[in-house]
């Protein structure tokens, strides 16, 4: 398998704090197989686990409230995650976030960045947009907070807000985010038709399912 190029779906919501996570340890998992000239790249595929959350997305207390069953819980369990995601290097803020958005806006930026710039692209996109929301607080229901986002990861400056501003990527996005329910929960990589990895596992776990998939593939 030495030299090896493929491509994992990568399936996410960008509201999923374990998404964030998972991202930044399969980030290490292919720098582990890169080592091993296993070379990857991502194709994102949006997930929704939301999906009849307004367009205006909602106060976070309270759709954290109507989860969880209490504010508190919630917040027990924000911590907990955050001090996870802290040994990864990952600084979530969830104070910082009021609102809780529909994420289709931001899946759409990442489908625009993978069809302008390729996977390089769509992974700054990612990275950006799971950044603003757990780090920053920053909206990302907002179009002009993801147009920003797309500029800062470097596409053409107007093209992410031309591309909100209309109904452009929206039908095929919320196709695919429903045809992937049926995987239950995110993150999750496939290869080929296989589901390899599910859930934010750690760097070694990853790598060691996905050489077990590309040898299954081969």
């Known amino acids: 398998m030495p030299g090896l190029d493929a491509t994992l779906l990568v399936v996410v919501d960008t509201v999923c704090p374990w998404c964030w996570l998972g991202k930044r340890r399969l980030d290490a998992a292919l ?3 890169a080592a091993e000239d296993l070379h990857l790249a991502r194709q994102w595929h949006p997930f929704q686990l ?9 106060p ?4 954290r409230a109507r ?4 504010v508190e819980r919630g917040r027990e369990l924000d911590a907990r ?4 995601g802290a040994k990864d290097g990952l600084a979530f803020d ?3 976030i009021e609102r809780s958005p529909n994420s289709l806006g931001s899946h759409r930026l990442i489908r625009l960045a993978a069809l302008e710039g390729g996977p390089t692209l769509a992974d700054a996109v990612a990275e950006g947009v ?3 929301y757990f780090s920053e607080g920053r909206d990302i229901g907002d179009p002009a907070v993801l147009a920003a986002i797309g500029d800062a990861a470097g596409l053409p400056p107007g093209r992410a807000a031309a591309m909100l501003a209309s109904d452009d990527l929206a039908a095929e996005v919320a196709e695919d985010a429903a045809r992937a329910a049926g995987l239950g929960g995110v993150p999750a990589i496939i290869l080929g038709r296989h589901l390899i990895v599910s ?6 776990a990853m790598a060691a399912a996905i050489r077990a998939g590309l040898r299954e593939a081969a």
Not at 60 to 63: C, D, H, K, L
Not at 67 to 70: D, N, Q, R, T, V
């Open 31 to 33: 720098a582990i197989l």
């Open 50 to 58: 939301n999906p009849d959350m307004p367009a205006g997305g909602m």
């Open 60 to 63: 976070r207390a309270e759709y």
């Open 67 to 70: 989860k969880f069953g209490s």
């Open 81 to 84: 995650l955050a001090a996870e």
């Open 94 to 96: 969830f104070e910082r």
């Open 130 to 132: 799971f950044a603003a």
């Open 199 to 204: 859930g934010a596992q750690q760097p070694e």
